[in-house]
């Protein structure tokens, strides 16, 4: 089923989107998983990680959602702070902050991957603040089966 939207609309034919995504509320989402964790701070590993977050962004996009990987956002503010290595001063000083603030904006978690300190604190915040909290991609609006 397509609506008509805008002429102006983006991708596909021109003013057409999916219903779902029409009748879907989007959500800003953090999506929350292992950075470090499992990884003895191995930067193949870590970056793999990231990935696994990521993988997760583009459904969420075409479900209707802003999808949001905190390590967007940190990694190059810790680089910028002059970071030189996981864990060192400039590193703690921005990589969990900001997904804490950045949380404050969202709507939803969607916890992936496996075992992360850091990824339950932003499901236990987000849980303190009433978001909405997703333990599977399939079970937020728009992308399941």
């Known amino acids: 089923?397509?609506?008509?939207?805008?002429?102006?609309?983006?991708?596909?034919?021109?003013?057409?989107?999916?219903?779902?995504i029409a009748e879907s509320h989007g959500l800003m989402i953090l999506v929350a998983g292992p950075y470090r964790s499992g990884t003895a701070d191995d930067p193949d590993k870590m970056a793999a990680n990231?990935?696994?977050?990521?993988?997760?962004?583009?459904?969420?996009?075409?479900?209707?959602?802003?999808?949001v990987v905190g390590e967007w956002l940190a990694l190059p503010l810790v680089a910028l702070?002059?970071?030189?290595?996981?864990?060192?001063?400039?590193?703690?000083?921005?990589?969990?902050?900001?997904?804490?603030?950045?949380?404050?904006?969202?709507?939803?978690?969607?916890?992936?991957?496996?075992?992360s300190a850091g990824a339950d604190l932003m499901v236990r915040l987000g849980r303190e603040r009433g978001l909405r909290i997703f333990q599977e991609l399939e079970e937020v609006p728009g992308c399941g089966a």
Not at 3 to 13: A, N, Q, V
Not at 88 to 112: N, Q, S, T, W, Y
């Open 50 to 67: 990231v990935r696994a977050m990521e993988a997760c962004a583009l459904p969420l996009f075409r479900a209707g959602h802003i999808p």
């Open 1 to 20: 089923m397509v609506k008509r939207t805008k002429p102006w609309g983006f991708g596909g034919e021109a003013g057409l989107r999916p219903a779902r």
């Open 81 to 115: 702070a002059g970071s030189r290595r996981v864990g060192d001063a400039a590193f703690e000083e921005i990589f969990h902050p900001i997904a804490e603030r950045l949380l404050g904006k969202c709507d939803a978690v969607l916890r992936v991957g496996g075992p």
